[in-house]
T-cell receptor
Framework: LAKTTQPISMDSYEGQEVNITCSHN???????ITWYQQFPSQGPRFIIQ???TKVTNEVASLFIPADRKSSTLSLPRVSLSDTAVYYC????????????FGQGTELSVKP | SAVISQKPSRDICQRGTSLTIQCQVD?????MFWYRQQPGQSLTLIAT?????????ESGFVIDKFPISRPNLTFSTLTVSNMSPEDSSIYLC??????????????FGQGTRLTVV
């Protein structure tokens, strides 16, 4: 399973776009890139997953360059409720299996 | 999606005692996972619970300390045995969905916050 590196913390203000970048230099051909969000006193929640290029859903966008050695989670116009820890995971999950969580990025959104 | 219910949501226990955490899923799943999240830390996988076979433990976790049951495809329990203050953590149950387009989406219970005194 590829190791990931993310910033430990980030600060933002309401209404701004937030981009969190994750490095995964050892990503394998079959690996997917997945992001989870965790609020205090709750379990992680799946946000978005991608393999290459760009993926967008109602919550976020995920940008993956051609070499796939990094990825960027983009949160448009954040609000106070987006304050959470964001985890980037990389691995061969298309057949199910254990998840290996890195340290995550603690995002603090201020008014 | 899957809805996961964990019981209890929190507990305060005396050292040396044991606590059993229950995890109920609203659909049948092959694998269930147990994680530990120590204060201020990320999640660490304890073990994978498969129905009909013994759980598979990750390095650093042993069956005597964290016995797991998996009696059917919707239920599992994790016991934290002979507790010490170092066992104070949030314990989370998880299952996975495999979307048709590939990848994996994991669902988590709300966690059990354990404090050992």
């Amino acid at each position: 399973l590829a190791k990931t590196t993310q910033p430990i913390s980030m600060d933002s203000y309401e209404g701004q776009e937030v981009n969190i970048t994750c490095s995964h230099n050892n990503i394998a051909t079959n690996d997917y890139i997945t992001w989870y969000q965790q609020f205090p006193s709750q379990g992680p929640r799946f946000i978005i997953q991608g393999y290459k290029t760009k993926v967008t859903n109602e919550v976020a966008s995920l940008f993956i360059p051609a070499d796939r050695k990094s990825s960027t989670l983009s949160l448009p116009r954040v609000s106070l409720s987006d304050t959470a820890v964001y985890y980037c995971l990389v691995g061969v999950y298309n057949q199910g299996g254990k998840l290996i969580f890195g340290q995550g990025t603690e995002l603090s959104v201020k008014p | 999606s899957a809805v996961i219910s964990q019981k209890p949501s929190r507990d305060i226990c005396q050292r040396g005692t044991s606590l059993t955490i229950q995890c109920q899923v609203d659909s049948q799943v092959t694998m269930m996972f147990w994680y530990r999240q120590q204060p201020g830390q990320s999640l660490t996988l304890i073990a994978t619970a498969n129905q009909g076979s013994e759980a598979t433990y990750e390095s650093g976790f042993v069956i005597d300390k964290f016995p797991i049951s998996r009696p059917n495809l919707t239920f599992s329990t994790l016991t934290v045995s002979n507790m010490s203050p170092e066992d104070s953590s949030i314990y989370l149950c998880s299952v996975e969905n495999l979307p048709a387009g590939g990848g994996t989406e994991a669902f988590f219970g709300q966690g059990t916050r354990l404090t050992v005194v």
